[in-house]
């Protein structure tokens, strides 16, 4: 049956994801978890791909060497390295779960409007310079599309083109795993224990649904991480020593570049990072921080990473964050005009104020944008619908995990961990509400932290740890990946009702018509730039735009 072709190969990535993550052990020797061996594989395969697209393209014979490469170094792991048991049993039944996420009939709108054609393209040509000009999609490129572009095998070809976002939701919740029970292990019932058990429940139910991920939702669930990780540190830093230091801060990093390249309006993050840094200044007197953090190797990862994601925006699009039109070089073949640039920026700002939608757009947008006039119309269109209905599922989850795990009796108060953290995350809801008040923009992940942050807090000082504690902490997870096997299962259901899909002989989604538009223009341009003829290139370029409009 083809599902088992599909699980096969599905099980070999994830392996062979782990196996580059072992291979950066070379430079980074401060944690082998399963979870960072993940997120470090991730990145790797994302350089990997970003790197070699600029000379070829990532054809079968690519991307099955990088398979192999994976899968020998994930061989030489097991044979050398133990993880726990537990971690083991529990990510491998997850991984198998959320490959339910991955039979799918129909993607999200946007994954045939651009996200496929944009994969399509790395995979039947080498970089294309001006490739914004193509299509308003190819402006905004995000490292999923290149790390999905190293799925094209042969057997399943193109239909693993969205396997990306499961497995950064995979790692993360084995990252959350590793925390809960690190604490459980140690009987305590902690901070960082309750922020990771509600960030799993979160993003495995009001994230079930694998064809809305993305490129938005894997950031979003990365944030989690990165916040989780950011207050454990905080908490062991009293006694942490620059070895500790620099676990945490390599994860971090590692995280941010993640972020960052998936959504370039995320780099708004690095304030975040920074602060975390200058908080540790004050710490480690006797040692160099800025010293220290150049030995890193993570540092260079970083830099490489915001360095290669820049070049490919303006190989796309003449600017170097797309669509702020004061990062442009005007007067390049190539580039975007700036008065167009302008527009994209403000459309942009309309869709995620709730001026306009596939159906709708107010007659004029200017006025409406202009001195909060929007916030009346995105009150009763927007918030009345999607946040609310994101907000029951946040106050759900936290009424369940308030009821089931508080108990009665306090701790004695302990200086709060997380109170800076929190008025930056406040900061940060504040400018996601006056410049791009959308979920898919943020708002899931500030939002819900803005709650679970004293919510975790309450817990940590109302709870103490025994046998039922921890068989309740086990009953919400696996609540947890019910509600997502349950949810999914249903909209299987659907789909076989309603498109006739056969999940067991047939389980690859749909391919429209026109899903494959731009890899036969991309092959035309192609031909042009092997003649090496700049002026007919333009042209040609110019009358795929016209055709298009």
């Known amino acids: 049956m083809d599902i088992l072709i599909l699980l096969s190969f599905y099980l070999l990535i994830f392996f062979s994801i782990i196996g580059f993550g072992n291979l950066t052990l070379i430079f980074f020797k401060n944690s082998n978890s399963l979870s960072d061996l993940g997120f470090r594989g991730i990145l790797t395969l994302i350089l990997i791909s970003y790197i070699t697209n600029f000379f070829f393209p990532h054809s079968y014979t690519h991307n099955v060497i990088l398979l192999l490469i994976g899968l020998i170094s994930f061989i030489f792991l097991i044979l050398k390295t133990r993880f726990e048991k537990k971690i083991i049993y529990l990510s491998s039944i997850m991984i198998v779960i959320l490959f339910v996420g991955l039979l799918m009939y129909k993607n999200h709108d946007d994954f045939f409007y651009y996200h496929f054609q944009y994969t399509v393209s790395l995979i039947s040509s080498k970089k294309i310079i001006g490739l914004g000009l193509l299509e308003h999609g190819f402006r905004t490129p995000s490292s999923l599309f290149y790390l999905n572009s190293l799925f094209y095998l042969p057997l399943v070809d193109y239909y693993l083109l969205n396997l990306g976002a499961i497995f950064i939701m995979g790692f993360s919740n084995i990252f959350f ?3 809960i029970f690190f604490y459980l292990d140690k009987k305590k019932t902690d901070f960082i224990l309750f922020l990771s058990l509600v960030s799993l429940i979160l993003i495995n139910t009001a994230f079930y649904r694998i064809a809305e991920h993305g490129t938005d939702r894997s950031a979003l669930i990365l944030i989690f991480v990165f916040v989780v990780n950011y207050l454990e ?25 993640i972020i960052i390249s998936l959504k370039s309006f995320y780099v708004i993050y690095i304030a975040v990072f920074i602060a975390w840094i200058l908080n540790y200044k ?52 190539w580039g975007i005009p700036l008065e167009q640039v302008s527009q994209m920026k403000s459309w942009y700002s309309l869709w995620a104020k709730a001026g306009a ?29 999607k946040v609310t209905d994101f907000l029951l599922v946040v106050l759900v989850i936290t009424a369940l995990c308030f009821f089931l795990l508080k108990k009665d009796g306090s701790k004695k108060i302990e200086k ?21 008040p959308a979920l898919r923009y943020g708002g899931y992940s500030l939002i819900s932290l803005l709650i679970f942050l004293p919510l975790c807090n309450y817990l940590s000082l109302n709870s103490t740890y025994s046998y039922v504690f921890k ?4 009953l919400l997870i696996l609540f947890c990946f019910v509600i997502f096997t349950s949810k999914n299962f249903i909209r299987i259901n659907q789909e ?48 795929l735009i016209n055709q298009k409009n």
């Open 496 to 543: 076989m009702t309603k498109y006739g899909y056969d999940p067991l002989r047939n389980p690859y989604y749909n391919i429209i018509n026109d899903g494959f538009y731009f890899e036969k223009k991309i092959s035309e341009i192609n031909k042009m730039v092997d003649k090496k003829d700049k002026k007919y290139y333009l042209i040609l370029t110019q009358d």
């Open 282 to 333: 004050f710490i480690f007197k006797k040692i160099s921080i800025t010293k220290n953090i150049f030995k890193n190797y993570s540092t260079y990862f970083f830099i490489l990473g915001l360095f290669i994601f820049t070049l490919t925006v303006f190989l796309n699009t003449g600017c170097l964050i797309y669509p702020a039109s004061f990062t442009c070089l005007p007067g390049l073949e």
């Open 357 to 385: 939608n596939p159906d709708y757009r107010v007659a004029n947008p200017e006025l409406y944008l202009s001195n909060f006039n929007w916030i009346e119309n995105w009150f009763k269109t927007y918030f009345f619908t």
């Open 471 to 474: 068989k309740k902490v086990f």
């Open 233 to 257: 540190s905080l908490k062991f830093r009293s006694n942490l020593s620059i070895v500790g230091f620099n676990k945490y801060f390599e994860r971090m990093l590692i995280l941010l570049t």
């Open 177 to 179: 795993f590793e925390k």
């Open 416 to 436: 709060n961990q997380y109170k800076y953290i929190y008025f930056i995350i406040f900061l940060l809801t504040i400018e996601w509400f006056i410049n791009h």
